[in-house]
């Protein structure tokens, strides 16, 4: 059985219902912060799915040198802690660099290792010893057992609270594809499994000066997953994604994610009586 972690009032893993770590991409500015975590939060309230909110405060993995970054750091960290307290809800925002951690450990529960620097010893060990949750995103570059390397830098760093995160694998050019194996193979490191449903269907570097994406496919690779036993999805929501400054492409429009909810709720449901029913491991 995986290990159960707390985040906030969350629980994550053991044979604790699914969690949903949700946001736009990018934190636009406050007032949009603030009211995608307030629908965030009456849908899963509605539905009575644990909620972690999740938006970066600097994107710094882009396409283009002209790309939209976010408010940076320390607007950015201000607005996240507003979220927090305010809508009552966990949050989760990713750093590239170490000097960050500083700024950022006393409110994010949750500090996420973006793919691309998820093999950055360095980074990953003073983000262990900060004491957060660490969410480490399985590189688009890496099979999924390898991923057990980058685990034990966070465990021999201090790090005692872990969520493993497939987002696809590198499949040619500007394309990914999901091997829904990853997420058992990954399991096995005894931590919980997050997948990530949006940046699994991105098309990087797609649009020419920016990623594209294919957002009709993400309830079927949330479906799928959730099937395969994950503890939680990772999906980014927004209002209007065809106007949002970055990965529009790829995010679900905020309208359609409490119908796919529904249905992970009920496949969750069954994937764990299941388990129970044959006494298997979740």
């Given amino acids: 059985m995986t290990r159960e972690i707390k985040v906030g009032n969350v629980k994550i ?3 604790n219902p699914l969690v949903l770590i949700a946001g736009p991409c990018v934190i636009e500015d406050e007032e949009k912060a603030l009211s995608h975590a307030g629908m965030l939060k009456d849908i899963t309230a509605r539905l009575d799915i644990p909620l972690i909110y999740k938006s970066s405060y600097d ?5 283009s040198i002209s790309s939209f970054r976010g408010p940076g750091v320390k607007k950015g960290i201000k607005i996240l802690e507003k979220v927090k307290n305010e809508i009552g809800v966990p949050v989760l925002s990713d750093l590239h660099c170490r000097e960050e951690i500083k700024e950022v450990k006393e409110i994010l529960d949750v500090i996420q290792i ?4 998820c093999r950055q010893t360095d980074l ?8 957060n949750v660490i969410n480490v995103k399985k590189g688009q570059f890496m099979a999924p057992w390898d991923m057990a390397h980058v685990v034990r830098k966070i465990i021999a760093s201090g790090g005692k609270q872990i969520l493993i995160t497939e ?15 990853s997420l058992e193979v990954m399991k096995n490191f005894g931590w919980p499994i997050i997948y990530d449903a949006t940046h699994s269907v991105q098309l990087p570097g797609g649009e020419g000066n920016s990623s594209g994406g294919q957002r009709e496919l993400v309830p079927g690779l949330a479906r799928a997953a959730v099937g395969m036993g994950c503890d939680g999805l990772f999906i980014e929501v927004h209002v209007s994604p065809d106007k949002a400054p970055c990965d529009g492409p790829n995010m679900l429009e905020m309208d359609k994610l409490e119908v796919l ?9 069954i994937v764990k009586s299941a388990k129970q029913q044959l006494n298997l491991q979740p």
């Fill in 59 to 63: 994107k710094a993995n882009r396409t």
């Fill in 167 to 181: 987002r696809g694998t590198s499949f040619g050019y500007n394309n990914l594809v999901s091997d829904m194996r």
């Fill in 261 to 269: 909810l529904k249905q992970v709720k009920k496949i969750d449901k």
């Fill in 13 to 15: 893993g053991g044979n």
């Fill in 124 to 131: 990953i060990t003073a983000c262990s010893r900060a004491g």
């Fill in 114 to 117: 973006p793919a691309f620097l």
